[in-house]
Nanobody, 121 residues
Framework: DVQLQASGGGLVQAGGSLRLSCAAS????????IGWLRQAPGKEREEISC????????SYADSVKGRFTISRDNAKNTVYLQMNSLKPEDTAPYYC??????????????WGQGTLVTVSS
């Protein structure tokens, strides 16, 4: 079975940092792009970042560009999201998900359980 376990969320003050991890199993990890999504209450789900299977290509939503950095370790089947300069509007549960291709195009085909990030002002 495909499993995606996100961790690293928590409560942080505005301007602070958190590092999220997504540990994956049950599929050939280095064959797929992996992304992070979030959905704050009352807002639409937002794809905030993605990394290609090799790690050679990344993408970011405008809302996090310059503050968040995605990376992956294919030897550990893990994707990371370093979040700096956090803002209260970053508050949301964060989910990692698997793209259906090597790249960051197309749809997500698997989602994991979220990890909650709360940024206080």
């Amino acid at each position: 079975d495909v499993q995606l376990q996100a961790s690293g969320g928590g409560l942080v003050q505005a301007g602070g940092s958190l590092r999220l991890s997504c540990a994956a199993s049950g599929f050939t990890f280095n064959n797929y792009g992996i992304g992070w999504l979030r959905q704050a209450p009352g807002k639409e789900r937002e794809e905030i970042s993605c990394i290609s299977s090799s790690g050679g290509s990344t993408s970011y939503a405008d809302s996090v560009k310059g503050r968040f950095t995605i990376s992956r370790d294919n030897a550990k089947n893990t994707v990371y999201l370093q979040m700096n300069s956090l803002k209260p509007e970053d508050t949301a549960p964060y989910y990692c998900a698997v793209k259906g291709t090597y790249y960051c195009s197309g749809y997500f085909i698997y989602w994991g359980q979220g990890t909650l990030v709360t940024v206080s002002s």
